[in-house]
């Protein structure tokens, strides 16, 4: 029988619960967080990155309880309140973290305001071309269904690598395109286990930039144990899952 979305783990497993542990005390800043969600974790990463002190709260996103829609009326992770003001979405969280703490380092956006646009175009890129992509191959259940989407994640990863100036996005620092992207390059071994995806197919130098995301402190220190993340994306590798994201693939709708 299907789990249904609510009956997750309910808290985060391995590095991730050390990192948890480490983030109970009180602080100007709640992290509002679903330790299993990728959108989540780019916000985790930041703070993390960026050495901010933060109160780390765990939500179960699909109970949408009054006390987290109150924050988030959209009832979605990630969400934070920043001195008792409530703010969501998880691109604007980073880049809000990156203007209220501007001394803290790594910068993720560059001071130029042509190669801060640059950044923002290929953000849009991923937010509208890789994650979908990505998503459908997840959950396309005919062969030609993922075939045909995974030929689409490879096109738009390649066009990313192609921009990497490397080690990083922009260069030496890694920056916001890198954050916004490695949750799902750090989960890209269920793909790449149910899926047939392989990362070097991308090409243009990918399997590389993907190996230095996913092995960064910041990532394996916002990841729980893949068993358990396993059990989450076993719904939506039988296309089960009843999520916003998986709702609106389905429906061909943008994703929330
Ligand atoms: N655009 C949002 C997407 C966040 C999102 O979809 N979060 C999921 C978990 S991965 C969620 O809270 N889902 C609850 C639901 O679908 O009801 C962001 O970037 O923050």
Redesign the pocket.
Known sequence: MAIP?ENIHPTATGNAAETVAEHQAKQDLVFYS?W?????Q?VWITLQEKGILYQYKEVN??K?EKHFLDINPK????AIEYQGKAL????V?CEFLEEAYPNHKPHLLPVDPFERAHVRLWIDHTSKNIIPAWHRLLQAQSVEQQDAARQELYVAQRKLAQQVKGPYFTGEEFGLVDVANAPWVARAYILTEHRGYDRAQVGDGWSEYAERLATRESISKTSSDEDKIQVIYDRYLRDEAQ???AKALRAGRP??
């Open positions: 979305d679903g299993f969600c990728p959108f989540n780019r996103p699909y949408k009832g979605l992770v990630p969501y979405e998880s691109l969280l999520s916003e994201v994703l929330p």
